[in-house]
């Protein structure tokens, strides 16, 4: 057979790039057959699957674009209660420092106002102590003046009235030396 071949082709001296008559209609009959079968059934398919996909990309694109925009209304939204949580703890802060500062002036108020009444009382008390040791210093004085001038004097000098204005001008005597060496 391989004979038979190398045979025909010495005979025939035909170009090998153009096939013989009978293959040429038998490839285009067989061509025609498979094309018609890829326009028919494969294309339509082949397309159907293309279209879904540029449908489903075109689809997510869209998706993400709208879960895009959510995402940035959400953020907007986050950053607005962001600020005003930060404005509120701003708010309460400062609110704090003036109650703190107020609580502080009142107490600070409360505190002169006791000093100075305590003060008062120990001013008021001072002189109430002053006056009844001033009572009893003259009392005791008079009492002691009145023996030692009696003594001096070799007579009694009981007449109380009598007694009461001496002691008093003697201390008022010694007061006014005392106020004037000050």
Same mark, same amino acid.
């Given at each position: 057979?391989? @004979?038979?071949?190398?045979?025909?082709?010495? =005979?025939?001296?035909?170009? !090998?790039?153009? !096939?013989?008559? !009978?293959?040429?209609?038998? %490839?285009?009959?067989?061509?025609?057959?498979?094309?018609?079968?890829?326009?028919?059934?494969?294309? !339509?398919? &082949?397309?159907?699957?293309?279209?879904?996909?540029?449908? @489903?990309?075109?689809?997510?694109?869209?998706?993400?674009?709208?879960?895009?925009?959510?995402?940035?209304?959400?953020?907007?939204?986050?950053?607005?209660?962001?600020?005003?949580?930060?404005?509120?703890?701003?708010?309460?802060?400062?609110?704090?420092?003036?109650?703190?500062?107020?609580? &502080?002036? /009142?107490?600070?108020? =409360?505190?002169?106002?006791?000093?100075?009444?305590?003060?008062?009382? %120990?001013?008021?008390?001072?002189?109430? /102590?002053?006056?009844?040791?001033?009572?009893?210093?003259?009392?005791?004085?008079?009492?002691?003046?009145?023996?030692?001038?009696?003594?001096?004097?070799?007579?009694?000098?009981?007449?109380?009235?009598?007694?009461?204005?001496?002691? /008093?001008?003697?201390? /008022? =005597?010694?007061?006014?030396?005392?106020?004037?060496?000050?």
């Amino acid at each position: 057979m391989i @004979a038979n071949l190398v045979a025909l082709a010495a =005979e025939e001296e035909q170009n !090998p790039l153009i !096939p013989a008559g !009978p293959e040429l209609l038998v %490839g285009a009959i067989a061509f025609a057959i498979v094309f018609f079968f890829f326009w028919k059934k494969l294309l !339509p398919n &082949i397309n159907k699957v293309l279209e879904e996909r540029r449908a @489903a990309i075109e689809g997510g694109i869209e998706e993400a674009d709208a879960m895009k925009v959510e995402a940035q209304s959400v953020l907007e939204q986050y950053k607005a209660q962001l600020a005003e949580a930060r404005h509120e703890a701003a708010r309460l802060r400062q609110e704090a420092q003036e109650q703190g500062a107020t609580l &502080i002036a /009142d107490m600070r108020a =409360e505190g002169q106002r006791q000093r100075e009444e305590i003060i008062a009382a %120990g001013h008021s008390q001072l002189e109430a /102590d002053r006056k009844a040791a001033s009572q009893a210093l003259r009392q005791d004085v008079g009492k002691l003046a009145t023996d030692l001038a009696g003594k001096l004097v070799g007579e009694s000098l009981e007449d109380h009235a009598r007694q009461s204005r001496v002691i /008093d001008r003697f201390l /008022d =005597e010694l007061e006014e030396k005392a106020e004037a060496t000050r």
